[in-house]
């Protein structure tokens, strides 16, 4: 039985369903769809590589996530809620929910999870039963402090593992949010979850598309058997690929996670890896790499340090992974994220509408963004507030009644025009320098981007020599090689890096905060690319 949540119409921008990928037709696609859009016979120079090797953020927030402050309380989320709702065009939103529980513990994750080894029946269990009633109220909390006419626009359900939840669990959630919040249209409306397919088959894909589920992410990694051993996720082949048929069944929009630069990895192996995705005709591949940092994240103490590929292989296995990807007509979005030409992602960027945030890059463009869940984020245009990360803070704040935000920062009008262009450098191919600051906020003086990052700009001068980008007055052109470098380029307009010397002293002095160098979310270049 379908929900009236699930989208009567297909999204107008998803790809045609085909069982067989049909490469030919992909990469004429691609090549009409964006004539400097990055080909195989691209190369990147070693060199480049050498010369931006640093420790820089993601970028999946600006000012990112070090520099949020337990001083930062409900009542200043409240306060952004209002004022989110009182300007004059108020943004739809997007819902996140996380959910931490997981069966077992990989050893590369360094996300918020909780290893539950107590089966999670039909009637659930005490743990999660508790859990998912806590995010009934907390979404009943949150949905108050919103006008009737924002509209909710995305859900997305991550992290651990959403489907740990039984089908009753996640089905009473969606609901829940249906009932609290205002839904955009059904044809709009994007309801996703990321799946692990060591706990689901085929049916149990359908009966998620029956809640409402139309975007599914399903997590690979690596099929080989002696990689999945060396981070104690075995999981096998043919069910993982019957899971991405399943929902390729029922979903235009499938996304399949893997991971480059694990141990015991060869770009032999992943390009088995890398085949049976394309050939099973996903519509996006996120390859993440994997940034080995034992001294922070304690699950990966339990990898065997000699199995770590070099830094010539990991590069390897990178190549490997853009050329297959782009050969197989995929567009690269940014950084490490693929998608097809016909995929709303791939879209998003010709149309430059393509975002970034705390999920990576979206199509979402202007929401604010609700998080509930232990460790959620929410995201406002002058602000940033996470919830409590432990499961037991976050239980006694909504035990308590009370709102479960830890830590957040507001933002002022530098650091909303930062924002701005780092999020244009992230997500777009051509950056518009005479837009007015006043468009962008409501600052004291009018002056353009150029002018007002005009050091900033002259910082990137290596960067044009490298050909990465082109700067004229008007515009920002970042090349098909520069678009590989996007975070190098945006962390020159990054005030809280101590090492920007071109951000001007008393400003540093205002904002730098030493701690932002030992973020999780800074990770060496040769890491991350
Ligand atoms: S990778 Fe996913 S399934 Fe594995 S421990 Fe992390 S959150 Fe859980």
Request: charged share 20%; with cysteine; aromatic share 8%.
């Amino acid at each position: 039985m379908s929900t009236p949540l699930t989208p009567s119409t297909p999204p107008p921008n998803d790809i045609e369903k085909d069982s067989q990928i049909n490469t030919q037709r992909h990469t004429e696609v691609a090549a009409s769809l964006n004539q400097n859009q990055h080909t195989a016979a691209l190369e990147i120079p070693p060199a480049l590589l050498q010369r931006y090797v640093t420790a820089i953020p993601r970028y999946t927030s600006y000012p990112t996530a070090p520099q949020f402050s337990e001083q930062y309380s409900p009542d200043h989320y409240r306060q952004q809620a209002r004022s989110s709702n009182e300007t004059l065009m108020p943004r739809n939103l997007s819902l996140y929910v996380h959910v931490p529980f997981c069966h077992s513990l990989c050893y590369f994750c360094g996300c918020n999870k909780v290893i539950t080894q107590a089966e999670n029946t039909q009637k659930g269990n005490h743990k999660v039963n508790q859990y998912v009633d806590n995010l009934l109220y907390e979404i009943d909390l949150r949905s108050t402090l919103f006008d009737d006419d924002r509209r909710l626009s995305q859900i997305h359900f991550g992290g651990g593992t959403p489907n740990f939840l039984n089908k009753t669990q996640l089905a009473e959630i969606v609901e829940r949010i249906a009932s609290r919040f205002h839904l955009d249209l059904p044809s709009r409306l994007e309801i996703g979850i990321e799946i692990d397919p060591r706990s689901i088959d085929g049916n149990g894909i359908v009966k998620l598309a029956d809640i409402g589920f139309n975007r599914f992410s399903i997590g690979v990694q690596d099929f080989a058997d002696n990689v999945q051993r060396a981070v104690n996720r075995v999981q096998d082949e043919g069910k993982t690929l019957e899971v991405i048929a399943a929902a390729s069944e029922v979903s235009n929009s499938v996304n399949v996670d893997l991971i480059t630069g694990l141990p015991l990895q060869t770009s032999k192996s992943f390009a088995h890896t890398l085949e049976r995705v394309v050939n099973a005709g996903v519509s996006r591949i996120a390859a993440y790499n994997f940034a080995y940092l034992p001294e922070r994240i304690k699950a990966q103490k339990l990898i065997n340090r000699k199995d770590i590929p070099s830094v010539e292989q990991r590069m390897e296995i990178v190549e490997i992974t853009r050329t297959t990807l782009l050969n197989a007509g995929y567009l690269h979005i940014g950084m490490d994220h693929f998608a097809l030409p016909q995929d709303s992602l791939a879209q998003a960027l010709q149309n430059n509408t393509l975002q970034r945030n705390f999920q990576g890059y979206t199509t979402n463009a202007t929401t604010d963004l609700v998080g509930v869940g232990a460790s959620a984020i929410s995201q406002f245009k002058y602000s940033f507030a996470q919830n409590h990360t432990q499961l037991s803070n976050y239980n006694s704040a909504i035990a308590a009644g009370q709102l479960p935000i830890a830590r957040g920062v507001t933002l002022d009008n530098d650091d909303v025009l930062r924002a701005h262009i780092i999020q244009e450098i992230m997500c777009r191919n051509s950056i518009d320098l005479q837009r007015n600051t006043w468009d962008i906020v409501e600052a004291s003086e009018k002056v353009t981007l150029a002018d007002y990052f005009s050091a900033e700009l002259t910082s990137l001068e290596r960067c044009i020599e490298d050909g990465l980008v082109e700067i004229s007055s008007n515009s920002m052109k970042i090349t098909p090689l520069g678009a590989y470098f996007r975070r190098q380029m945006a962390s020159q307009f990054d005030a809280y890096l101590a090492t920007n010397t071109h951000i001007s002293p008393s400003f540093r002095s205002k904002h730098t905060n030493p701690s932002c160098q030992k973020s999780e979310n800074v990770v060496k270049f040769s890491q991350a690319l």
